[in-house]
């Protein structure tokens, strides 16, 4: 267990919808990173966070958004979901966002879109 | 631009054989090196790292030398044991970066 929870592990939904998936950091942790994981794409970095300040961006489309709340926890929000949204979203943390931090992720939400 | 580009899988294998799983880099300036397995359900979890040149980082019998002269950083391990079956993935920390660049991932089976 990394210490790192996300919810919900599964989610269901149709296109045009929106969603939002939820991570808790581990505790102390102040930095949140989002990834998606596709079967096409791979493995590709969304967004950062630290300390509630958005602190680097990737391949994050403009229907996807995110923030970090003062109590650290995260959301990830996906908005006019398309049939390739359809993916594992990981959630990480680091102590502080530092490159020579590892990074603990979280289990994942699935999400299928139909 | 970075990028990591790792065997293509899925690599089946008999119990107590030898792994190989190779990994090289496209990266500016000095990457730090990483190994993470991501076990059926669940999340991806740190194997080993390397953060320079020679460095050999090493977990649960799995071993991964970085090698500059030939941007390299291939996963081995001497006896694969059937709990080692998983998804192992290569990724890059480029100095300075805090984003993670993961190579496609390599599908590891273990047969009894």
Redesign the interface.
Known sequence: DSGVTQTPKHLITATGQRVTLRCSPRSGDLSVYWYQQSLDQGLQFLIQYYNGEERAKGNILERFSAQQFPDLHSELNLSSLELGDSALYFCASSLSGASENEQFFGPGTRLTVL | GNSVTQMEGPVTLSEEAFLTINCTYTATGYP?LFW?VQYP??????LL?A?KADDKGSNKGFEATYRKETTSFHLEKGSVQVSDSAVY?CAL?????????????TKLTVNP
């Open positions: 730090s993470y359900g669940e999340g991806l979890q740190l790292k953060t993935f920390l480029r100095g300075g970066s805090e984003k993670l660049v993961f190579g496609k991932g």
